[in-house]
């Protein structure tokens, strides 16, 4: 009996089971593989009926597939089994589909800017290029959450930058089989995207070459590629519409500080002494917070130091400088006391809660938000608090740390009930 049969509840994982049997079949007979050509004059359905028979496009009907795999050398018991597997997937094929993947990141609070793109932005294959740090991530991502409702068989995103095999991820995503052979993936992966109606962001793209064997072939899907590279070859040999990033104007450098850190306008105003020139300003900006954040100490605004503080924590941890974020929220910590005001504290507990979720070092970085939150312990703080040291104290448990857990634990159940 071959393996796998319980298992098939998909056209494409029925199509590898015939491939498989395809293969056994040649090995029994010492023999080279049939053809598909072979196999349709064995048959005698059409070429193009039974490669999509063995590619996955289509289901082969009962009558069709008892043929088919009594050509393939299925056994009688083989042959019983899989005609079960077929009428499973036949069957599984009628119910709507409940689930789809959505992979997209959160999109990113305070956007501003870039209205003019997303309004523009409409194709099988678009293309968001320019330099680092100009803001093409948080624009696709941005697009892609707009437009989700138009995908229903869901949303994949992918960074390309530390993808080894990301033909295998999206196959994955889309609760795809996954051949053997890379180029067997490959087809898969279009024949699967032209059935659907899928969206796939692939974010830091090299070049198009590595996104060539990801692109749809047909169909209704669509791609967004984020990338420093023009992608020429894309534009050029498959049309793909691109969109070149430039820095963002100073009024909307301005409506992003507030809407990020709720800075006041005349703090704005010092920053924008602090910073006189054209900038690639986006959500991570490094520099730009740094310079808000030695305005912010000029001005005496604890606020929005550590509002900076935070969003300076978050950067540097995307840019995996992980020690650096540490520090910066470390220095959050030290300066939180300072903060009077209830709203001022609110602020930054949620942009604390940003940076810390963000982390490598996700233990660490719990532990700081955790000293900050217990600096002020006022009633409608004690959820955030409760929240933190659940997470930190279950962390540590699923790292076998019990001894360093129970304290927040038992703190965490202690306010919990007086709460």
Known sequence: MMDGVEDVTTTEQLAVLLRALRRRHARSQNDKELTVREIAAKSGYAVGRVSEYLSGVTLPPTDRFDVLIGILGATANEQAALATTRDRVEEARRRPRTTAPMQLPPDLHGFVGREDVLAAIDGPIVVVSGPAGIGKTVLAVRWAHRV??????????????????????????????????????????????????????????????????????????????????????????????????????????????????????????AFRTMWPHDAHVEHGCVEVFEALLAAAEREGDHAVQLQALTRLATAHNHAQRFDKALDLLERARDQYAEVEDHAGRGAVMTSLGISYAGLGRHDEALAITYKALALHRSIDEKSALHRTLLQLGTLYLDQGRTTEAAPFLQEARDGHETS
């Open 148 to 269: 989700a409702d138009r995908f229903p068989d869901g949303v994949l995103h992918l960074e390309l930058q530390d993808a080894e095999r990301p033909v295998a991820a999206l196959l994955r995503g889309l609760d795809a089989p996954l051949p053997d052979e890379p180029d067997e993936q490959v087809s898969l992966l279009r024949t699967t995207l032209a059935r659907r109606r899928v969206l796939v962001v692939l974010d830091n793209a090299r070049d198009a070459a590595q996104v060539l064997p990801l692109l749809p072939g047909a169909g209704r899907s669509a791609v967004v590629v984020t990338s420093r590279d023009a992608m020429n070859d894309l534009v050029v040999k498959y049309g793909a519409q691109r969109f070149v990033l430039d820095v963002l104007p100073w009024e909307d450098v301005l409506r992003l500080l507030k809407n990020l850190t709720g800075a006041p306008h005349d703090l704005l105003s």
